[in-house]
């Protein structure tokens, strides 16, 4: 009974690892100073951008745009800085795991 068991551990490896990496993303970045997974902060809750967007199309693109630009006025008064020093790449991880619910 023991190779199940090694099978789910490696599984659930494989599935958090990325999460954590864009979790640490966030971190860095210091999206995690006005964002949280499930609860409003200065900024929308990452799983309240998830349910807005759930439906769009290109939402993660749209998602990179508004995170490299900054904006204003879709969630409330107070305005989001532009993030200029976040590589594409970065900002793309960072708007998937958003879609994702930001775990
Ligand atoms: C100084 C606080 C602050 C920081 C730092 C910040 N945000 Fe925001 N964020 C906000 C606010 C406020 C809003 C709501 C803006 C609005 O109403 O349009 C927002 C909105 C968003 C949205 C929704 C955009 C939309 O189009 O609906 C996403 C996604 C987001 N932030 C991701 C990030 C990520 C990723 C980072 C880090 C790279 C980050 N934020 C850093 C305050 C912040």
Known sequence: ???PCLFA?????MVSAPA???QA?????ACMACH???K???GPSYQDVAK???????AEANLVKSIKAGGSGKWGPVP??????LSDADAKTLAAWILAGGK
């Open 1 to 3: 009974m023991i190779q």
């Open 9 to 13: 551990s490696f599984l659930a490896l």
């Open 20 to 22: 954590m990496a864009s």
């Open 25 to 29: 993303l966030a971190q860095k970045n």
């Open 36 to 38: 949280a997974a499930d």
């Open 40 to 42: 409003k902060l200065v």
């Open 52 to 58: 807005k967007y759930a439906d769009q199309k290109d």
């Open 80 to 85: 989001m800085p532009a993030q200029a020093g």
